[in-house]
């Protein structure tokens, strides 16, 4: 395949895959509204796109198989056909099969297997039981009429070796843009046009005659290899406002005689012409025209009228009523599709190139600083806005609305609740809210674990929930909202909530704690996190087998995002994931500690306090500062991270909220805002905790990024282990 | 398309100029029909129809018959490429009944 | 000169597709992804022949016909339908409109190609 046909093939592939996704959702939206005509639509035209694209490339598997899924949606769409639940359930599995074949013939250019084989056969005739009476005809494949063979030359027909073509085009051909040269040229393609006489007798005269009408007429003599029916073919376009006959080589001498008088010229003349063309001898004409006028016992006639072309198309009179509605429905279908499509990689080249951008700029504003040259350093921080502002743009270019990955589970709701025996409903909220497509990218498998889980240890059965008063339907809520900074992803079930019991048990049989210590519930749920811990009493092929969760939260963490679940005992679980909404820059706040430069993500600053002399010292000793009559738990970095030297004359804190918690940094210097391109840090730090990343400052020096949360979640446990202990107090100065 | 009209000799000479479509079929016939009815000898050039479809053709074949009917001299000339194909394909060089000449090229 | 065809579908592949077929043929090709568009795109120059959809978003194939209908510069322009036999009722509303050719979806690049030759040759 030439390399750009292979470009059109991948655009077929990314364009499947998306019909396939809105063919899916718009079946799962069907079944709470089974008359939507909208939706129906939507998912016909889904079918009717794979299909009709899958032709072009000859992937006729894809095209077979789609097109009796088509046929049943059309039937839905006529309303012969009602929707039902089974329905729905196998036109999601055969959006299940395309989807396959799409990866197996289009991506792979291969052939199904022989599992996958008879599944198709499977649904094939699932499908056809809903098909009626007529459909024996729509799967045969199309076997053209064999040719009738021509006997050569007796009494009854024409020596002539050249098809005789017939034309008389009708009044609208020219004003339909159809222009009779143009199928005399193809003529010539298919054959060779041996004579050809123009007629033009119905042409009126000059007052009355219309210059966009047509009233040309041809007679034909073609020499030509070709079947009838591609002969027959040429006119395809005109045949129904047209006279066409066409009369094979050695047709019957009656065919003629029978066309002769069918045309509107003279007859005598017409048969001068023909003869003239050579189509007919003068015996021909002479020993048609008797027999016409003896008719013997053979039927000639009958048979004429199955061999002259005359095709006239029965026009089934179906108006499509829904019209206006249907306009509707693509305008704002179009509104959703006005997009570019660009490869991923083009925009991560350029939002790379925006980060380095960022890096010179800020190289430049700080040169711009030392010169204390005004005029540099107004241009330089007119640079740096735009350069933020194309920054902030190109980010945007990549994000996307979290809600194509929130539908995705209606499907997976619904499957599972089914398996179950559960009764459940999702429900989505938050769907427009966008994030960096690579965020998204990765958080579907944490989503679907934590779905799963819900439906499999927090959504009880429709009986327990009856008993405990509750509706016997489930409730799933997912639900998405932007959050200092971050994007903030709930999953909630009306449940039966943790087992509190269990888990302290269960915890403390992992020595996951103390036997003697008494956890909050929120450090307790949020044990389960932790790996190899499994509460379930039954283990489904779902979930419980205690893997999972540790699972979803190393996934989450890894994307410099931090979960947290809080529960309540027969009322229902929420689990809350928190996002950055981009992992490739942030605007960071830069701050020092000897010569080492360290930045804290800017949107979880949320002030900054100086210490004084007096007030370093019994911090220092306390591990925490009054601020404002409030408990704010310090690290100190320069202890943290082992930094040599003495802490500066003056010390600050950076006062940083991770969620609910809020904890001090402590630092010698601040050095004000910065924004940074994240540079991941390389496998040899994975382990490092504390720290998210690096960056490249202005000057060329190295900053390492604060891992906010880390640093604050366990500043916080300590801290609350610390009100229970007081013996461990000094964790924070080592 | 546009139509120049010049005398010659009592000749009528109708230079036809641009494309003799459908879309300048209805014009072309009315500045064509006031001249089809006159007396005297008429020439239609040819020379720069730059495109001709079976709308421009039926104008033609309209005007040779129209003088044939009134017994006046109608004179096809200088026939473009264009032309010379369609009436090539339609085999209507002995209908009109006018000298064709194949355009050389330049240097031919 | 080549002659023009405009290929009017919301299937990217599908314009793709016909596009490298007849520009392989030697036609030019403009693309367009619907009938407004389309619509859009026709600013004078000569088409000599259009290529459109039946079901797309923001303007419907058969609409487009008929606007086309309504410009002088293109009413006269051939126009080939794209349609399934499953949709026999919309190829008739298409002819009525106008659009009297037709190519019945899914199809071969060669199909394409052998109806545009019967209505323009390259």
Known sequence: ?734 | MSIRTESQDGRTLLHIEGEMTIYTAADLKAQLMPHLGQDGELEIVLAEVCEIDSAGLQLLILAKREATRNETALRLSRHSRAVLEVFDLCNLAAFFGDPLVIAHSPNG | MAKTVMVVDDSSSVRQVVSIALKGAGYEVIEACDGKDALNKLSGQKIHLMISDVNMPNMDGITFVKEVKKLANYKFTPIIMLTTESQEARKQEGQAAGAKAWVVKPFQPAQMLAAVSKLILP
């Open chain 1, 1 to 734: 395949m030439s390399t750009s046909l292979d470009q059109a093939l991948q655009t077929y592939i990314a364009e499947a895959r998306e019909l396939l996704e809105e063919m899916e959702a718009a079946l799962l939206r069907l079944e709470s509204a089974p008359d939507d005509a909208e939706t129906l639509g939507a998912i016909f035209r889904a079918a009717h796109t794979i299909k009709g694209s899958a032709g072009l490339f000859g992937l006729d598997p894809i095209v077979s198989f789609t097109h009796i899924v088509e046929d049943i949606l059309q039937r839905l769409r006529d309303g012969n056909l009602a929707v039902t639940a089974q329905l729905i359930a196998l036109l999601l599995e055969c959006g299940d099969h395309m989807q396959q074949l799409i990866e197996v013939v289009a991506v792979q250019g291969g052939q199904l297997d022989a599992t996958a084989h008879a599944h198709e056969c499977g649904l094939r005739e699932r499908l056809y039981s809903y098909q009626q009476a007529v459909t024996e005809e729509a799967c045969m494949p199309v076997v053209h009429a064999p040719e009738p063979t021509i006997e050569v030359c007796d009494e009854q027909h024409v020596s002539s070796e050249l098809w005789h073509i017939s034309l008389r085009f009708g009044p609208q051909v020219l004003r339909n843009g159809m222009d009779p040269l143009s199928f005399l040229r193809y003529l010539n393609s298919i054959g060779s046009i041996q004579r050809i006489s123009t007629l033009s007798d119905s042409m009126p005269p000059m007052d009355s005659m219309d210059a966009e009408s047509c009233y040309l007429g041809f007679e034909i003599e073609l020499q030509s290899d070709a079947e009838r029916a591609t002969i027959a073919e040429t006119f395809d376009f005109v045949r129904d406002d047209c006279q066409i006959h066409i009369l094979p080589p050695h047709g019957k001498i009656a065919e003629y005689i029978e066309m002769l008088q069918q045309l509107p010229e003279d007859f005598s003349r017409l048969g001068e012409l023909l003869v003239s063309s050579g189509a007919l001898t003068p015996q021909e004409l002479e020993r048609g025209l008797a027999a016409q006028e003896n008719p013997s016992g053979n039927q000639p006639q009958q048979l004429l009228g199955e061999i002259l072309l005359e095709q006239r198309v029965v026009q089934p009179a179906v108006v499509q009523a829904a019209l206006d509605k249907q306009s509707q429905l693509q305008e704002q279908r179009s509104r959703e599709q006005r997009y570019v499509r660009v490869q991923a990689d083009k925009l991560d080249e350029l939002i790379n190139l925006v980060g380095e951008l960022v890096i010179a700029g800020a190289g430049a504003s700080l040169l711009a600083q030392n010169c204390q040259d005004e005029a540099l350093q107004e241009a330089t921080s007119v640079v740096s806005g735009l350069v933020e502002e194309i920054r902030d743009g190109a980010l945007r270019l990549r994000m996307v609305p979290i809600g194509d990955t929130f539908n995705r589970f209606q499907r997976v709701v619904r499957d599972v609740s089914q398996e179950l025996g559960k009764d459940i409903e999702l429900h989505i909220s938050g769907a427009e809210t966008e994030l960096d497509k690579s965020v998204v990218e990765k958080i579907g498998d944490p989503l679907m674990h934590l779905l799963r889980n819900a439906m499999d240890h927090g959504i009880e059965l429709p009986e327990v929930r009856q008993a405990a008063g509750k509706p016997s339907k489930g409730n799933l809520h997912l639900n998405a909202y932007h959050d200092s900074g971050s994007i903030v992803i709930e999953i909630s079930d009306d449940g039966r909530g943790l087992d509190r019991q269990r888990i302290l048990q269960k915890a403390r049989e992992r020595d996951l704690i103390s036997s003697t210590a008494t956890p909050t519930d929120a450090e307790l749920y949020n044990l389960i996190f932790e790996a190899g811990f499994s509460t379930a009493s039954a283990i489904t092929s779902l979930s419980g087998r205690g893997v999972g969760m540790d699972v979803v939260k190393r996934n989450i963490t890894a994307l410099r995002g931090s979960v947290e679940l809080d529960s309540q005992p027969g009322l229902g679980t929420r689990v809350r994931i928190r996002l950055p909404l981009t992992l490739a820059i942030i605007d960071g706040f830069l701050v020092g500690i000897s010569q080492a430069s360290y930045v804290v993500p800017l949107n979880m600053v949320q002030e900054c306090v100086e210490l004084s002399a007096d007030d370093r010292r019994a911090t220092r000793e306390r591990g925490y500062l009054n601020l404002r009559g409030e408990v704010l738990p310090l690290i100190f970095l320069r202890e943290h991270f082992n930094i040599d030297g003495s802490p500066g004359r003056r010390e600050n804190v950076v006062v940083v909220r991770c969620a609910e918690h809020k904890a001090g940094l402590v630092v010698d210097e601040l050095l004000g805002e910065f924004q940074t391109v994240i540079k991941p840090l390389g496998k040899l730090f994975s382990t490092l905790r504390g720290i998210s990343g690096s960056t490249i400052l202005g000057n060329g020096a190295v900053a390492l990024i604060l891992d906010v949360p880390a640093l604050v979640l366990q500043i916080t446990r300590q801290a609350s282990h610390a009100a229970q202990q007081p013996a461990a107090l000094s964790i924070c100065a080592r």
